[in-house]
Every structure is written in C-alpha cells, then in structure tokens.
C-alpha cells in the first residue's frame, strides 16, 4: 500500500491532449480581413430563343476556378470565377448551353500583424475560405440575372468549405456533357 501510496504521490496528473495545430487555411484566416468584394466581370448567355423559353427539363451545373493569389505588403488579392451553367436534361447535340452565368470576383484582404504569412497557407486560404467569403455575392448576382431574364428562380447550393473541392472547376471543361473526368 505504501508503494501504491508513494506511487500516486509521484505520478503526474494526467495530461491534456496536445492541441491540434491550425490548418494553414485557419492560419491565414486568424490573419486576414476583408477589405473589399467585387465583381471585375460577369456575363449572361442564353442558349434559347424568345419564342421557345428554358427547357422544362434541365441539368445545372455550378462551380468556380482555382483562385489566384496576388500579394502586395499589406494586402492580399483573391481572384476566382464562379460559373453556372444550365443544359437541357434531354440528351441532345445543341452546343449552346440553355443559360451561362459567369461573374469574376476580386476579394481584397488586409494582412493584420503577426507571424509571417507563407505562400503555401495563401493558397490553402484562396482554395477554401475566398471563395465562401464571395458565395452570398455570387448567390445574389445569380438571383438577379434570373429576374432580370425573366426565368424562374434556381436556389444555389448551400456553400460548405469542406466542399470547396466539389465546386473547382476547369473553366475550359466546366458544363460539358461529359467531360473526361465525369462519369455519364
């Protein structure tokens, strides 16, 4: 008992585990504000006449590019371009999509003191947390293109960051019917 006693006397009171480091995305983010949202460009395309309207039947498609990151001292620049594309569900030859959404988003943030920020968190940041940072605007320009052509409102999908790799696209591929990387 005495061992026993002499033991629990010694014996270090159970530790917490350590915690867990930040992602290099939460890094950057503890660092960065924004400063300012805007859209550089943005576009409507519609695949249909007057006479014929949106298909009744259709497949949408929404995503954005890879982010590029510019850096200037103090500042950090985020630039990506949401898409949405809309064709017909009908499998059909047409090379117009029946709506093409388009808006360029410039997202300026100020680096606030502490650590130095490396590329390699910029980018993680830029991938995941810009991007959802710029969805409301996205969401309300979307909205807005629709009224203003007259078509039926399309609710964008909730924007969670761990989805942020579903929503990244190749601008060049993005909409196909099935491109290379998609299945049927």
């Known amino acids: 008992m005495a061992n026993d006693e002499s033991a629990q006397q010694g014996a270090k009171p159970p530790s917490k585990p350590a915690p867990k480091p930040l992602s290099a995305a939460a890094r950057a983010a ?8 805007r859209f550089l460009q ?12 949106l298909p009744t039947r259709i497949q949408p498609k929404v995503g954005f590019t890879r982010p590029t990151v510019q850096r200037r001292d103090q500042q950090v620049c985020i630039t990506t371009t949401f898409l949405m594309r809309i064709l017909p569900a009908e499998d059909s030859h047409e090379s117009l999509p029946a709506l093409d959404l388009r808006a360029t988003a410039e997202l300026l943030y100020r680096v606030n003191e502490g650590p130095e ?24 320009f979307v909205q807005s293109a629709f009224a203003r052509l007259n078509l039926p409102a399309s609710p964008l999908p909730l924007f969670r960051i761990p989805d942020a790799a579903k929503f990244t696209v190749d601008e060049h591929s993005f909409g196909q019917r099935n491109p290379p990387d998609e299945a049927p």
């Open 117 to 140: 920020l490396d590329a390699g968190a910029l980018d993680e940041f830029a991938r995941v947390n810009a991007p959802f940072n710029a969805w409301p605007f996205w969401r309300e």
């Open 30 to 37: 503890a660092r960065l504000e924004i400063e300012q949202v």
């Open 42 to 53: 943005f576009s409507a395309l519609t695949g249909y006449s007057a006479f014929e309207g």
